[in-house]
């Protein structure tokens, strides 16, 4: 029998997402971002300018780890001239990208102009507003030009509230573009620099996590966009970009509302940025249009797809379908085009309506007009809600329902009674009953169980976040906020910043006499030391626990965006005049006799209920800084080599283990694990999860066994520095760094052998896989994987 013919690879390497110069290449929406700035530069050089680019942003603030990946490219980012600086906090970012844009109106400047880019969560724009109106209002370089890309979690997912930030860069005057698949955020990104450039306006990009954390095809040929220059359009005198001296405050009020947002509009007017994109064309009669954008698209395509509505049946029943690229400003003529010879137009998008008030005052004025319905229909009765996130489920139906309704109000576009809308009908509803078949079912599984997010095992938090009994503790932002969960006497939190501020106002009208305060040690760097002043200030009694992990441990454990210690802590709260400072550690001697000023005390974690019942008696402000490295950083850094790893392993004997849990409840840590025997519950420690913090052993219990210089078996768990080992001709574990490439294939061709062969499925269209699994474990290195097996065969793949 002859082998099968093998497909011929496409060539590609993992540096192509940044370094390719034309074609396809397979990249994330995060890579997309990084790659944006590479472009623009070389776009730039294409048309004869030497310009430069600008990142900053807050690193607490991530937006699908952009900043990770920015720090992972910096060798590509040098070579275009672009610089990634994190910045303290998200306002004083935005104010450093500010100041890009003032560069060449001085002597001096390197270039012609720097094209920058402002990253943040929907609470960096939220606390950003004073400095984005200003700085927009100032104006950009004609050969700058801003994005400010905002991270929006509309389902409250890893924030303390859903944002939706399109309403703040609407209230400051930024055009919001809104990003659909990974293509869009390249195309989409210099649209905006081009449109930024030409407007003096900062322009917004709305990511949120089902467009920019996925991946995907996306053409990098430097010829696919082409801009088209607005021509005829009104330009006040000096045009419309930043300069000093600035005009008089009253003046660039005017220059912004009446000139850069209607040149915003001519630009989107002029480059199709909102366009028709499926089913009747524009001018045809229609009996339903959509608008939709961003996500919302995705998920308005998702549900006409699960409908069995194609291109060729939308046509055939008269619907179309509008992509808005940009939500705000919404360009008045290409929405009216696409309006015209509707008998309704339904606009999906999620949260409050933006869209959906606009389209409704651009076509107030025409005599013959649609119905217009979104959140709700014709009667006032809710069709879409305006909190939470859409499903491609809840669109399908909504769709439905309108075009049920549509049906029954009579023929349309030529349709007779049993035409084509009718059939659809039928089709749909038999679709429909699929979806409501799969709800219930759901409905009907036996939960699980919630899976609460919890400190992990050897967490300093297990233990700073402990209090005295009778006294209680205040949360705030950082992974800590989760003592709010456990049995913590630990309520309330405030917004990055404010920790501390709420007992301020609270403390005159209580008889409680003082509290505990949580505050991390990036909030602290962030904006966290001016509550604390407030406190000073006003002689709250209070202690603040600054809770020094060296890390920004809940977005990456990124590093501090500068030099941060405990002794610079200590100076800097004594210098605000805080009087009380104690230090407690896991480490204290680590600290020899005069590291501190002799007035503040080291104390080992031990003593911390101790320390923290004489801080609770001071009449003032105090602190207590602890000290211990997050328990995942080090975990991190053992792996590279780079933190002590202790030759030394806690083990529970389970003959001697009486399951009373004391191990537990001292350490709280998630490694400290019951097992069931034929004795009763009893405990065991996880050892691939352990991060040999060792407060388990200060349980009251005789089971412990330590083990010194000991390493776990091969086979079971990877040495301690976790690299894959192998035996060598006399037994012993070789490290897969040590080992000569030729063992390795070896290996991994005996492992391959030993596999069944893999039955590929016959793939018509389209094919969908869903990898399940807990994160960490290697789900999205598996989707990355297949995606790029797709990407190498020459299939398409999302």
């Known amino acids: 029998m002859n082998a ?186 210099l649209q905006g620099f081009a449109m930024s450039r030409f407007t003096g306006l900062w322009v917004a990009l709305k990511a949120v996590t089902d467009t920019i954390e996925v991946a995907g095809i996306v053409d990098v040929s430097p010829q696919r966009l082409s801009f088209v220059t607005p021509e005829n359009v009104p330009m006040p005198e000096g045009g419309l970009n930043i300069r000093w001296p600035e005009v008089t405050f009253p003046q660039l009020e005017e220059r912004l509302t009446r000139w850069k947002l209607p040149a915003a509009l001519a630009w989107a007017r002029a480059n199709r940025l909102d366009r028709n994109v499926f089913g009747r064309a524009d001018g045809e009669p229609a009996r339903l249009g959509i608008v939709s954008t961003g996500k919302s698209w995705l998920d308005t395509m998702q549900a006409l797809a699960d409908l069995g509505i194609d291109d060729a049946t939308a046509k055939a029943i008269g619907l179309r379908v509008y992509k808005v690229a940009m939500p705000w400003p919404l360009e008045p003529e290409g929405i009216r085009e696409f309006c015209a010879g509707c008998d309704e137009v339904l606009v999906i998008e999620e949260k409050r309506s933006l869209i959906e008030a606009q389209l409704k005052e651009a076509l107030y004025p025409l005599a013959q007009r649609p119905l217009v319905t979104g959140k709700n229909d014709e009667a006032g009765a809710m069709l879409l809600p305006e909190w939470g996130e859409l499903t491609p489920a809840l669109c399908a139906r909504t769709i439905a329902a309108r075009l049920r309704r549509l049906a029954a109000s009579g023929p349309g576009v030529g349709d007779a009674k049993g035409g084509p809308l009718d059939a659809v009908l039928a089709r749909c509803e038999a679709r ?78 209580t008889e409680t006499r003082h509290v505990f305060q949580n505050l991390g040690d990036g909030t602290y760097f962030h904006s966290g030391s001016l509550a604390i002043r407030l406190a000073v200030a006003t002689k709250t009694p209070i202690t603040y626990k600054i809770l020094f992990n060296d890390a920004v441990a809940m977005t990456g454990g990124q590093q501090h965006d500068g030099p941060l210690t405990p002794r610079a802590i200590a100076r800097q709260v004594a210098a605000e005049g805080v009087e009380k400072i104690v230090v407690v550690t896991d480490e204290p001697e680590k600290y020899p006799g005069g590291y501190f000023d002799s007035s503040i005390a080291v104390y080992h974690r031990s003593a911390l209920d101790e320390v923290q019942r004489e801080l609770r008696e001071y009449p003032g402000v105090s602190v207590l800084i602890y000290d211990q490295t997050c328990a995942a950083e080090k975990r991190r850094r053992r792996k590279r080599g780079a933190f002590p790893d202790p030759q030394k392993r806690v083990f529970i004997n389970e003959a001697v283990c009486e399951g009373c849990g004391d191990c537990g409840v001292q350490s709280n840590c998630v490694a400290v694990e019951p097992v069931e025997t034929e004795f009763g519950r009893k405990r065991k420690i996880n050892q691939s999860a352990c991060n040999k913090d060792y407060s388990c052993v200060n349980g009251f219990c005789p089971s412990f066994v330590t083990v010194h210089g000991g390493k776990l078996r091969s086979g079971r768990t990877s040495p301690s520095k976790g690299q894959a080992t192998a035996a060598d001709a006399s037994g012993t574990a070789v490290t897969a760094a040590a080992m000569p490439a030729t063992r390795k294939t070896s290996i991994a061709a005996s492992i391959a052998q030993g596999l069944p062969g893999a039955v590929l499925p016959a793939i018509d269209g389209s094919y969908a896989l869903m990898i399940t699994g807990i994160g960490g474990t290697g789900v999205v290195t598996i989707g990355q994987l297949l995606g790029m097996a797709a990407h190498l065969e020459g299939k398409a793949v999302t």
């Open 432 to 509: 429909l009953a699929l979806l409501d078949a799969k709800d219930k079912a759901t409905a009907e599984l036996v939960p699980a169980g919630d899976r609460i997010p919890y400190f992990c095992s050897g967490c300093p938090h297990n233990t700073s976040t402990r209090v005295p009994e009778g006294s209680r503790a205040l949360a705030g932002i950082g992974c800590h906020y989760m003592a709010m969960w456990m049995d913590r006497d630990t309520a309330t939190f405030t917004h990055m910043g404010g920790e501390g501020a709420s007992w301020v106002g609270q403390a005159p009208f």
């Open 4 to 189: 099968p013919m093998e497909r011929a690879l496409r060539q590609a390497t993992l540096d192509d997402k940044y370094e390719a110069s034309e074609g396809l290449v397979y990249l994330t929406g995060t890579q997309a971002l990084v790659r944006l700035p590479l472009m623009q530069r070389q776009r730039d050089l294409a048309a004869g300018l030497n310009t430069a680019g600008y990142i900053t942003g807050y690193r607490g603030s991530p937006v699908g780890g952009y900043d990770l990946a920015l720090t992972k490219a910096r060798r590509q980012l040098e070579q275009h001239h672009v610089k990634f600086v994190p910045g303290v906090n998200e306002d004083l970012a935005a104010t450093a990208i500010w100041g890009t844009q003032q560069t060449n109106l001085f002597p001096g400047a390197k270039y012609d102009g720097v094209f920058s880019i402002w990253y943040g969560k929907g609470p960096g724009v939220d606390r950003s507003g004073d400095v984005l109106r200003h700085a927009n209002q100032a104006g950009t370089s004609p050969h700058g030009g801003v994005l400010a890309v905002a991270g929006d979690d509309h389902g409250a997912k890893s924030s303390t509230m859903a944002a939706q930030t399109d309403f703040i860069f609407s209230a400051v005057s930024m055009p919001v573009l809104a990003p659909a698949t990974v293509q869009d955020y390249i195309d989409y990104g």
